[in-house]
Every structure is written in structure tokens, then in C-alpha cells.
């Protein structure tokens, strides 16, 4: 994710017409901070940023946010599922990894790619000995910006709200709703 510079923040401002103090305004934050920020004279936090951006991506209309995009029907697997569970769940969505949550929450991944090498006698084994980490979570609200970032590096990202999972997203689905 490439982080905006003061002067990216002020041109863009300009060009949908807002002032510092309708910027701030929708931000939450003050007109001297924006002032600050975008003369150079203060590094905000990524939380102060976040809602900077978030205030004019809302003022260009049409942010698209997870929300927006993701499934809540959430095919996973659990820890002490077998793998051949896994396997059978992979074949009949047509998906290539699914998340492992345990209690709505996610603690790992496993994909097709970790079981090619898998011999016959672990497809009893519990889905534990070969996950991998999990994917990253966003909250409900992360921008399209926010996940393109994401899902340069990741399979997908699970979507939690008060520490539960409430959704998931996949590059397909972002390529599906720009095209």
C-alpha cells in the first residue's frame, strides 16, 4: 500500500473542492492538523491517515469497502478437522485454500499446494499438522485500496468484526466487481 505524501493529500483535497475544514470535518480530526499535515510539518499516525483518506475517498463517492464485497457464507475447516475433509470441502466449492477457524475465529489456512505432497495415510490427520498461518483480517469497513494491497500478498483476507469472522474476500472477487 503506498502511503499518500502531504502534497498527494492537498492536490486531492483541492480537486474535489473541499477546504481544510470540511476535510477535517469529514475526518474527524481538526483543521490545524490538516494544515500541518499537509505542509510537511507533522507525520500523522497511521489512524489519523486512514481517516483522512477514508474522508476523501468518501467525498469522491463510490468507496468500495469489504463489506461491499465480501461472502459471508464462509466455506473453512476447523483445527481437528481431517484432511481429508479439507480435500473433499476444496473439491466441491472449486476453491484452491479455505481459512481454519476454531469458534468463528480464524487461527490458520490450508491449501491445495500444502497437500500435494500428502500421502494417502495422513488423510486422517487433523487439519493442524498441515495448516499454515491464517490469512489477514480487515474490518468490515477497509477500503478496495486497503485489500488490493492485501491481496498482493496473501490468497485472501477474512473479514472480522468484534474478533469474529464475518466474511471473506479473494482477489476473484475484487477482479469480479472491476470488471
Known amino acids: 500500500m503506498d502511503l499518500p505524501t502531504p502534497a498527494d493529500l492537498r492536490e486531492r483535497r483541492v480537486d474535489l473542492g ?40 468518501e467525498a469522491e463517492g463510490g468507496v468500495v469497502r469489504a ?10 475447516v476447523v483445527p481437528d478437522d481431517p484432511v481429508s475433509t ?19 475465529i480464524p487461527v490458520g489456512s490450508i491449501s491445495q499446494s500444502e497437500l500435494v505432497d500428502v500421502d494417502e495415510h495422513a488423510r486422517d490427520d487433523p487439519v493442524s499438522e498441515h495448516m499454515t498461518e491464517s490469512f489477514p483480517t480487515v474490518s468490515p469497513d477497509a477500503t478496495l485500496n486497503e485489500l488490493r494491497g492485501l491481496l498482493d500478498h496473501y490468497k485472501a483476507a477474512i473479514v472480522t468484526k468484534n474478533g469474529d469472522t464475518v466474511g471473506i474476500i479473494t482477489e476473484a472477487d475484487i477482479a469480479a466487481r472491476l470488471s
Do not use: C, W
Not at 469529514?26 to 486512514?50: F, H, M, N, Y
Not at 479439507?86 to 468463528?104: T, W
Open 67 to 76: 463489506e461491499d464485497l465480501m461472502h459471508t457464507d464462509v466455506v473453512h
Open 18 to 57: 473541499l477546504t481544510q475544514s470540511e476535510l477535517a470535518d469529514a475526518a474527524e480530526v481538526s483543521q490545524p492538523l490538516i494544515a500541518r499535515i499537509e505542509g510537511g510539518d507533522v507525520d500523522p499516525r497511521l489512524s489519523t491517515l486512514r481517516k483522512i483518506v477514508n474522508a476523501l475517498e
Open 86 to 104: 479439507a480435500v473433499q470441502k476444496m473439491n466441491e466449492e472449486a476453491f484452491s485454500q479455505l481459512p481454519v477457524l476454531r469458534e468463528g
